[in-house]
């Protein structure tokens, strides 16, 4: 074996400057195919972290059927064997809940389709800071006979003010009737008008008592502390509920994003690809010409007396060596980066930056650092630089002697 | 029951009186790839005998290499038997040969065909690392052959940094390195000048004499002709003379 790594290792060096260009390629690839996905790991992570933020959390906790049909009916009731088996699970940061359903809001001769989310304002504001959207007015306290926030889309389109009474009218729970007026105590500003025009916040109390729903929930918004554990937490939270209660995960509540989300990792994969294939030629091109060029030394070595076999692990070897050297450097030139990255994110700007704050977020692009991207783009490039040595090892354990020695 | 040496096995085989190292019988090799068949080697008998130190010459195209080639086992015939010391080597499997030439054959090419990478010391410890010799053996015997072959101040160099002639002397060293049943020799002195030529057949015979092996060489040079004991000479695949001289390495070298 000793012989074997001698001979390889002093085989790379014959031809330096080929061994150091296709180790240049490897260490290209290996930096930038790194270096791409930290960046896009990283703005996934990111762009889930704020998605689940605004929406739904990375769980929810919702009433069989919820989902499918979003009724007011199938709502849940808020008991303390929930909130118990919320507070066992360790790896749930925050829960937030809600009662959500649809109402008209009018006043004077304009009636408009609005949203109602009952909300309980510090859980929701320790979710989404709700509070610091509040343009005007004030934000809720604990407790319910308070007033509504709407957004001042919504404000504009039925001309109210701050202190004006808004009717609500809707179904509440099994078909009773829901009306109501309520005093307008804030008005918000979100950066999406979508938002601001169809919101109308309520005090989660009083979202129960309008839609005759006390002690109800349509949902319970889950925040993590470690996301990528997300599939285990959900088990585990689904075994702890009845069968009544299911426990949804935000790529199946957010299938857009989750789109999104492909869709720009499928052209990373493509630059990956593209890249792993530099690789493939850069290797089997040396590879190979390596091999060739040592037909006759490879002849004289079975001549007297190697078998092929060792040969066929010389070459593999040299390709392993220059593969691990490549990945190496890469990885130790990468790593300082990405971790300075990871601690002084890139600064976003322009209208995404501004879309950022007005939303309350950091404007920044984070990386990742996950040791999963290292290892996995390491063992891809060490598996592809071997895969390019199958025609000269297929070569090696089949040409004829004879000939090789004439040349 | 006698251990052979060839396939590392035991089998049942009488000792005759005069043991042939090599017998040939009815060797042919034809080349059917080209328009017209050629026939390169066409039924050879031989027998070389423990010790010999016999040129194969014959005009160019005659089956010189191709009769080594076989008798080395680096080629197939297209039919007869190539016995060594009772074992056919015709009919052992790919890997059977490699171990077979391992340890029963030493080669000298015509362009040395030293492993570029490996110091003068490792080109002659290869092959008895591959025998997986004892460290203090290999040693003992990489300076003992180096310094029968005048090129022992060397051993730390690679084979570009020494002559024609001197690399040739180490390509003999590794030849002799493993302790050969015979060594093949195509063309041995083919690149070499005739001062070089002359030292490397005084080395080779002396070696002959001392390791008491067999030597095969093939070859064009009067010079190598005149110290060879015994010349075969082909034509046209065939043998068309065979003799003895009846002088000693000692008388040659005069
Ligand atoms: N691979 C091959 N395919 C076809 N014919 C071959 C092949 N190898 C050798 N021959 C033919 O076999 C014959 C013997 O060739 P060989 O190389 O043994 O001759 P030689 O005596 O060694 O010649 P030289 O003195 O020039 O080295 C020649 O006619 C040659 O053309
Ligand atoms: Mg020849």
Not at chain 1, 149 to 170: E, F
């Amino acid at each position: 074996m000793q012989q074997l790594i001698i001979l390889a290792w002093r085989n790379l060096w014959r031809n330096r400057r080929r061994t150091l260009i296709t180790l240049a390629s490897v260490f290209m690839a290996v930096v930038l195919a790194i270096a791409i996905r930290s960046l896009q790991k990283g703005a996934y992570s990111n762009m889930i972290g704020n998605a689940v933020r605004f929406s739904t959390g990375y769980l929810q906790v919702q009433a069989k059927g919820y989902w499918e049909d979003k009724s007011i009916n199938n709502s849940f009731t808020a008991d303390t064997s929930l909130d118990q088996t919320l507070q066992a699970e360790p790896n749930i940061s925050l829960a937030v809940p809600r009662l959500e359903s649809f109402a008209l809001a009018s006043s004077g001769l304009h009636t408009k389709g609005v949203a109602i989310i009952g909300i309980d304002p510090v859980q929701e504001n320790q979710l989404n800071s709700l509070e610091e959207k509040v343009a005007k007015g004030k934000y809720f306290h604990r407790g319910g006979g308070q007033g509504l926030l709407i957004g001042d889309g919504l404000a504009n389109y039925l001309r109210l003010q701050l202190g004006d009474t808004l009717v609500l009218m809707g179904q509440g729970y099994h078909g009773s009737t829901a009306a109501a007026q309520y005093p307008i105590q804030g008005i918000f500003h979100f950066p999406l008008d979508q938002l601001n025009n169809s919101l109308v916040y309520l005090a989660l109390p009083d979202a129960q008592a309008f839609f005759a729903a006390p002690g109800r929930l349509t949902s319970v918004s889950l925040m993590l502390d470690d996301p990528a554990a997300m599939e285990a937490t959900a088990r585990s939270l689904q075994r702890a509920l009845d069968s009544t209660r299911v426990v949804l995960q935000w790529p199946v509540m957010n299938k857009s994003l989750v789109q999104e989300i492909q869709g720009d990792n499928a052209g990373g994969i493509i630059m990956l690809g593209i890249l792993y294939l530099v690789v493939a030629f850069g290797v089997f091109g040396t590879i190979l010409m390596m091999t060739m060029e040592r037909k006759k030394e490879f002849a004289v070595m079975i001549a007297i007396g190697m078998h092929r076999i060792k040969l066929t692990a010389i070459v593999m070897l040299e390709t392993v060596l220059i593969g691990l050297m490549g990945i190496v450097a890469g990885c130790v030139l990468i790593l300082p980066v990405l971790l300075y990255l990871y601690q002084h994110p890139l600064a976003l700007t322009g209208s995404t930056a501004q879309i950022y704050q007005e939303f309350g977020l950091e404007p920044i692009m984070p990386v990742s650092v996950d040791p999963a991207i290292f290892f996995y783009q390491g063992i891809t490039v060490l598996a592809i630089a071997l895969v390019s040595t199958l025609y000269p090892l297929w070569y090696i354990n089949r040409f004829r002697i004879p000939e090789a020695l004439k040349q | 029951m006698q251990f052979s040496g060839v396939t590392g096995e035991w089998n049942n085989s009488f000792k005759t009186n005069v043991m042939s190292v090599i017998e040939i019988q009815q060797l042919t090799k034809t080349y059917r790839e080209t328009l017209v068949p050629v026939h390169a080697v066409n039924g050879i008998d031989l027998k070389f005998e423990k010790g010999e130190f016999t040129a194969i010459v014959g005009p160019s195209g005659c089956g010189k290499t191709t009769l080594l080639n076989l008798m080395g086992g680096i080629d197939r015939p297209t039919s007869g038997q190539i016995l060594v010391e009772k074992v056919d080597i015709t009919q052992l499997t790919a890997s059977q040969l490699v171990d077979f030439r391992l340890y029963n054959i030493g080669f000298i090419f015509q362009s040395f065909n030293l492993i570029p990478v490996l110091t003068v010391e490792e080109n002659v410890g290869f092959v008895m690392e591959l025998q997986h010799r004892q460290r203090e053996e290999i040693t003992a015997r990489i300076q003992y052959l180096l310094t029968a072959m005048g090129i022992a101040e060397k051993t730390k160099l690679r084979p570009k940094y020494l002559s024609g002639g001197q690399q040739q002397r180490v390509a003999v060293a590794r030849a002799l390195a493993a302790k050969p049943k015979f060594i093949l020799a195509d063309e041995p002195t083919a690149n070499l000048d005739s001062k070089s030529t002359n030292t490397l057949l005084n080395l080779m015979a002396s070696l002959n004499e001392k390791e008491q092996v067999t030597f095969i060489f093939s070859t064009h040079d009067q010079r190598v002709m005149d110290k060879a004991r015994r010349i075969i000479t082909l034509e046209d695949g065939k043998v068309i003379s065979d003799t003895s001289v009846k002088h000693s390495h000692a008388e040659a070298q005069n």
